[in-house]
């Protein structure tokens, strides 16, 4: 027995060695992990977020009735460029019947104060010419008989104005042509002839009849996520992209940031505008969607490496390489870096143009044949 069990010790110790010397074997016969190596290159690295908007002139100019009524004629259509005082539409007066019945009262009640201070000034024109009265006497009636005659062709004008939008001797001033009142182009004209306006007034912003604006001054605005907005500042510059013109960008600068956000769709987002730098001759449309990329930082012609060979101590956390020293050897070098656009990082210092970076991702046998 005790022979079967030492006969059985010794076999498993025989096979256990034979088993580690063909573990060892097999394992020194593995081909090494092949590793490529990637020089770094010289690139331009910006450093960006993004903002969707439109494209909107910088300033736009509502034109608006000082009267109501309907549209006469229309002597623009969007496109077309204005002068200060050029002529855009005609209204048509509509009179209200209420405020019309009550400038024909004003107009019966100045012409029984005319009438008055007629009598009057002749009884004083008799007693003066008797030299009952003295000269200041009958000049007080002189004027009061002047005032009332005045503020009966105020009457009959206002009476005018309310019935026909114009008096004599008004001319070019007459409320029912509307004029432009600043030099641009004519973006829209949301009226026809026929439709109905509404006074611009204290209570009523009134009916627009055409919106000018200066095309050469446009402006990008957007929005901006609340989680880039502590990112930039007013005065950064701006590469802006219309959708319609795809191969043209745009540069701008950053000139507004908005102090308060709005929640849309369950984010906060603010409004942000830049001026757009447009050459002469070059014709954007108001309303055109854009996206424009904010450069926060630029580093041009600088020596950059991929980030994905970036590597960082687990103690200190800093980033280093690996580079070759040797067939298949590598030793560690530290960076120090500068900006990153996400893909390329600038290297400030630690490796120069002629480093073989190991790349982490070993080459299988499959590589090795392509």
Do not use: C, H
């Amino acid at each position: 027995m005790k022979k079967t069990t030492t006969i059985l010790i010794l076999a498993a110790i025989m096979i256990s060695f034979s088993g580690a010397l063909y573990y060892l074997y097999q394992k020194n016969n593995e081909a090494p992990e092949q590793f490529l190596t990637e020089k770094a290159s010289v690139q331009t690295i910006v450093k960006k977020t993004i903002a969707t908007g439109s494209i909107l002139p910088l300033e736009e100019v509502l034109i608006k009735p000082n009267i109501s009524g309907v549209i006469e004629s229309i002597y623009v259509k969007g496109g077309d460029r204005v002068q200060t005082g050029d002529l855009i539409a005609q209204i048509k007066v509509v009179p209200n019947l209420s405020a019309l019945n009550d400038a024909k009262d004003n107009i019966s009640a100045a012409e029984i104060t005319v009438n008055d201070q007629e009598r009057n000034y002749d009884r004083q024109e008799s007693l003066f010419t008797k030299k009952v009265i003295s000269a200041a006497d009958f000049q007080v009636a002189e004027i009061s008989l002047k005032q009332a005659k005045q503020r009966l062709a105020a009457a009959q004008k206002r009476y005018d104005i309310i019935k026909t939008g114009t008096t004599k001797g008004l001319g070019a001033a007459a409320n029912t042509l509307i004029r432009a009142t600043v030099s641009g182009m004519i973006l829209e004209v949301p009226v026809e002839v026929g439709n109905q306006v509404i006074e611009s007034n204290t209570f009523n912003e009134g009916t627009t009849i055409a919106a000018i604006a200066d095309v050469n001054e446009m402006i990008f605005e957007g929005k901006i996520d609340e989680s880039e907005v502590g990112k930039i500042s007013e005065g950064l510059p701006l590469e802006i992209t219309v959708g319609a013109l795809e191969d043209q960008k745009f540069e701008g600068r950053l000139d507004y940031i908005a102090p308060k956000g709005k929640k849309e769709n369950g984010a906060i987002q603010f409004e942000i505008e830049g001026k757009l730098s447009l050459e002469s001759g070059v014709f954007i449309r108001a309303g055109l969607s854009a996206n424009a990329a904010i450069i926060l930082d630029k580093a041009t012609e600088v020596l950059a490496i991929k980030e994905s060979l970036l590597q960082f101590d687990l103690e200190t956390k800093e980033p280093f390489v690996e580079v070759s020293v040797g067939d298949q050897k590598f030793e560690r070098r530290d960076l120090v870096l500068g900006v990153s656009d996400g893909i390329y990082v600038a290297i400030i210092s630690g490796i120069d143009a002629q480093a073989d970076i190991k790349i982490w991702n070993a080459v299988s046998d499959n590589n090795s044949e392509d």
